[in-house]
């Protein structure tokens, strides 16, 4: 069975954005990893934009579709649930370091500035974590929402930065940012 022109075209993208991220990928180099001439491209997707929103939309729904279920599971503390999200995190930012440095990144883009399609993809898989982690947060504290935004912020950061300084120290990462969140007000409750 031969793979089709799209298939290789977006296991080839995969590749590259992941390896070099959004800005820094270039069509020749998604091309050049197919095996197949730039022009091919264009005919399945107009623009990297395109190309890159289908590529972190397909990576975001599977990670976002086990966020979820963490999240919506009754029988589980909080802090469980941002143990069981930090695992996940940890293994998305470590396959996907250079699209999860983007995610984290963009949306922080001055908001008058246009966006492409690309860029909210990002935007979304941002905006997406950060609900979920509110409502974790919000799930057993009364703090005021402008302090639990400074914990998902926080969270977010100490994941990122973390996850990328230690990439193979996975197990101790987890237990850093726990020790984080058990010292985050009512959170350890």
């Not at 492409?116 to 005021?144: C, I, M, Y």
């Not at 230690?166 to 237990?175: R, Y």
Request: proline residues 3%.
């Amino acid at each position: 069975m031969s793979v089709s022109y799209q298939q290789r075209i977006l296991a080839a993208a995969n590749k590259i954005f992941v390896e070099n991220g959004y800005r820094q990928a270039d069509m020749r180099s998604i091309a050049k990893e197919a095996g197949i001439a730039v022009g091919t491209i264009y005919n399945y997707y107009p623009n990297k934009a395109v190309l890159y929103q289908a590529i972190l939309n397909q990576q975001w729904e599977e990670f976002d579709r086990r966020i979820h279920q963490v999240v919506n599971d009754l029988s589980s503390s909080a802090r469980e649930k941002l143990q069981r999200i930090t695992e996940h995190l940890f293994s998305f930012v470590a396959h996907h370091m250079s699209m999860w440095r983007e995610i984290i990144n963009d949306p922080q883009r001055d908001e008058f500035q246009l966006l492409d399609e690309g860029h909210k993809a990002q935007q979304k898989a941002h905006n997406q974590l950060k609900e979920h982690l509110r409502r974790v947060f919000n799930e057993h504290t009364s703090e005021p929402s402008w302090i639990v935004e400074r914990h998902i912020l926080a969270y977010m950061a100490a994941v990122t930065h973390i996850g990328m300084l230690f990439p193979a120290e996975t197990e101790q990462n987890i237990n850093y940012i726990m020790s984080l969140i058990d010292n985050m007000p009512r959170l350890s409750k």
